[in-house]
Every structure is written in C-alpha cells, then in structure tokens.
C-alpha cells in the first residue's frame, strides 16, 4: 500500500447509526486531517492532527469525533448524522504541520445519510 | 475572512485549445498557493505551490503563475486526459490550514 488510503469507500447509514471512517497514511507524515467536500462548496477543513495531538477542531458538530492512535492512523467516529452531512470526506497527511503546504489526499469516503 | 474564488465554473474546450482558469484570493498574508487536480470519485492531486508574485511553475501542458492578487493555471494544447476539476487554495496564518476555491471543472473534447 502506498499514499493514503481511506476505508470505506461508500457508506449508507441512517440518522441513528453509528459508523467510522479510517484513513492509514503510508508516507511516514507527521500530520493528518479530514476534510469534507460537499457539492459546489470548497473544502472545508474538520480537524487537524499534529504528532498525534488535535492543533485544529474548526467548529464541527460533537456527532463528529476524530480519533488518532498513531502518527499513521485517523478515524472518523460517526453518531446521529444529519442528511446534510451527506458528502465526501477526505482524509490528508503532510510532512509537518507547521511549515509545509503539500498535502496528500485520500481517494476519499463518500457518506449518504439517510 | 479569507476568501479564494475561481473561475469560471466549468470550461468546455476542444483539444488542442488553450485557455487558462483564474484564481482569485483576498487573505491576510499569504504563505503559499497551491493548484490540485480532481478526478471524479478521486482525492485532490497536488500540482504546484507558488510563494511571491512573478513565480511561474510549469508541468507537461499546464503552467501556473501568481500575482499579488490572482493565480492563473494555463492549460496549453490540451488533450481529453486534462479533464478534471482544477481546485486552487491559499495557505496563511501558521500551521497548515488551506482555503480552498471551489474549483473549475474542465472538459476537453476531441
């Protein structure tokens, strides 16, 4: 395995389940993120995780809750969606944080909620 | 607030016609811009980073530059492969944190 990569790729679930997005990134990176993207919105950046802290939580709803075990690995735990979160989440990594923009995207998890 | 709007929203070209897309940005020092290529069903691909005005970036048939206000990703003699929505972000601040356009998408047909 190589990049990033992102399980599941598609995901149905209704309002009162509760599921995880896992993302595993083999670049060695020491950050990683979610994103999501909705049709004709930019990307909005969710969270964002620095050496296995949390340095970003840009105002998401607590029926989002990030998890990360290791500098490789990133969840998405998923309780009492909205349709409206229907969208496809991207995970990312970089090298740092800090001082490099590249980020490495995913294939992405598009959710349905229904 | 940070803001990066491109345009236009979708670009239909003939092969071998060029043009290019624009990205315009309003943010509080900037630290970097970036151009991604999208495939449907894909994840954003990295293409360019540009820093200071005047930069110029170049890969295959696309060429990126920047000015203190715009960024324009020229696409010259394109081929039905280009097709893709082009998405553009202004890293600023500190830490890593992007704004995003909400993309072109292109269409190139023979």
């Known amino acids: 395995e190589t990049g990033v990569t992102q399980t599941p790729r598609h995901l149905v679930m209704g309002m009162t389940n509760k599921k995880s997005l896992k993302c595993e990134q083999h670049l060695g990176h020491n950050a990683m993120y979610w994103y999501k993207q909705s049709a004709k919105k930019p990307l909005e950046l969710m969270f964002v995780y620095s050496l296995e802290e949390r340095v970003e939580n840009n105002s998401v709803p607590s029926r989002f809750s990030p998890e990360c075990p290791n500098s490789s690995h990133l969840f998405l735990h998923l309780h009492t969606l909205q349709p409206e979160d229907s969208a496809l989440y991207l995970c990312a990594s970089s090298q740092d944080y800090g001082n490099t923009g590249e980020l490495f995207f995913g294939e992405g998890s598009r959710l349905t909620v229904l | 607030e940070d803001q990066v709007t491109q345009s236009p929203e979708a670009l239909r070209l003939q092969e071998g016609e060029s043009s290019s897309l624009n990205c315009s940005y309003t943010v509080s020092g900037l630290r970097g811009l970036f151009w991604y290529r999208q495939d449907p069903g894909k994840g954003p691909e990295f293409l360019f980073t540009?820093?200071?005005a005047g930069e110029e970036k170049e890969k295959e048939r696309l060429k990126a530059t920047l000015t203190k206000k715009e960024s324009f990703l020229h696409i010259t003699a394109p081929k039905p492969e280009d097709s893709a929505t082009y998405l553009c972000?202004?890293?600023?601040?500190?830490?890593?944190?992007?704004?995003f356009g909400t993309g072109t998408q292109l269409k190139v047909e023979l």
């Open positions: 972000a202004a890293r600023t601040g500190g830490g890593n944190k992007l704004t």
């Open positions: 540009l820093y200071s």
